[in-house]
């Protein structure tokens, strides 16, 4: 029988490699590989062993080319948005639980969101799930018109034709955000705007809709920032360069919180102590012992869910247009960044 060095260093190893090694014919092996019937209990427990012993494993994407269907869903998600790692982690146990295989294409600072969904194009996905995206909604029917597309994380007014929606109610979210620090007893309270990032105006919405609910329209006021830490750290250096500053933030994500709480910290302004900073997504930055951040919950599992279910109904014929839109609720998660102000 050959040994584990019959397969030349650094090549993977072959499905003739592995019938070698066990001393059975191609064909008996593909079929143990399979987990078909017929071969006996000796000759499969032969089998895999010797895949064992010389790290076989099955190519599914040559499984996939070879059949007529790839039950491949494609995902484009940003780098640089911790709260899309998390989506993506979600995504691969809900498709895995439909049957489904993921694969992957990363939008980046150095690679467009337009080149990744190329990429998954491109590569025999039956179905796609976008994160986030900023293409307009023009393109996103172009991409639906080849094959089923959902949305997640970002509203379209109006729909774009035969693209599904996933998303939180994030104008609810920032409302849930204010009542808190509201029954905290927060007054200043600043919103940090996303500008034209995907769900950016429904948050600066319900921001604006709870702080008139609670009497506070003349107290309503926008900082320019966005999606990342920089963004944050921006935005609070703006704060900080004022001689009265809020007793309360809310930051459009969880990352661009993170630049406001370092740039406190730098700055040796105490949170909650001083200011209360509350962030948007529930990422798992935002779970970090050191950092501990209030937070609106996006229900990540709970998206990614609704998400693939959406794909899978379309592909297997089970869609219907008047679901074309889910929306799901968010949840306020309090954790140590927010308190009573020390003023009023």
Same mark, same amino acid.
């Given at each position: 029988?050959?040994?584990?060095? +019959?397969?030349?260093?650094?090549?993977?190893?072959?499905?003739?490699?592995?019938? +070698?090694? =066990?001393?059975?014919?191609?064909?008996? +092996?593909?079929?143990?590989? $399979?987990g078909a019937k017929g071969p006996s209990a000796a000759s499969r427990? %032969?089998?895999?062993?010797?895949?064992?012993?010389?790290?076989? %494993?099955?190519?599914s994407r040559a499984r996939l080319l070879r059949s007529s269907r790839s !039950?491949?869903?494609g995902v484009q998600f940003d780098l640089r948005q911790p709260f899309h790692a998390d989506m993506v982690e979600a995504l691969y146990a809900a498709a895995g639980a439909a049957g489904y295989q993921i694969a992957l294409s990363a939008a980046a600072a150095s690679r467009s969101e337009q080149e990744a969904v190329e990429t998954l194009l491109a590569d025999r996905c039956e179905a796609l799930i976008l994160l986030s995206p900023h293409a307009p909604a023009a393109r996103l029917a172009e991409i639906a018109a080849q094959l089923p597309v959902v949305s997640v994380a970002r509203r379209l007014r109006p729909l774009a034709e035969g693209v599904d929606v996933v998303r939180a109610a994030d104008d609810?979210?920032? $409302?849930?955000? *204010?009542d808190h620090l509201?029954?905290?007893? !927060? %007054?200043?309270?600043? !919103?940090?705007?996303?500008? %034209? @990032?995907?769900? =950016? @105006?429904d948050r600066r919405r319900g921001y604006k809709s709870a702080m008139k609910q609670h009497g506070l329209t003349d107290r309503i006021r926008l900082v320019p920032g966005g999606l990342t830490e920089d963004h944050g750290a921006a935005a609070a250096r703006t704060l900080l360069a004022e001689a009265a500053r809020p007793t309360a933030v809310l930051a459009f994500n969880d990352h661009c919180a993170m630049g406001v709480l370092d740039t406190f910290l730098r700055a040796g302004i105490p949170v909650p102590d001083e200011i209360s900073v509350v962030g948007f997504d529930d990422s798992h930055l935002a779970r970090l012992a050191h950092v501990q951040l209030t937070t609106v919950g996006q229900?990540?599992?709970?998206? @990614?869910r609704r998400a693939v279910s959406r794909a899978v109904a379309r592909l297997e014929g089970g869609a219907t247009d008047d679901e074309r839109e889910v *929306?799901?609720?968010? !949840?306020? *998660?309090?954790?140590?960044?927010? $308190? =009573?102000?020390?003023?009023?």
């Open positions: 029988m050959p040994s584990r060095s +019959a397969v030349p260093d650094g090549k993977r190893p072959t499905l003739s490699d592995l019938a +070698a090694r =066990a001393g059975v014919s191609v064909p008996l +092996a593909s079929m143990v590989m $399979r427990e %032969r089998v895999l062993r010797a895949a064992q012993e010389i790290g076989y %494993r099955p190519d !039950h491949l869903v609810e979210g920032a $409302r849930q955000a *204010v509201v029954a905290l007893g !927060h %007054r200043d309270i600043v !919103h940090i705007d996303g500008g %034209r @990032a995907p769900g =950016a @105006a229900e990540a599992r709970q998206l @990614a *929306v799901v609720t968010p !949840h306020l *998660v309090i954790r140590s960044t927010t $308190r =009573a102000p020390c003023r009023s």
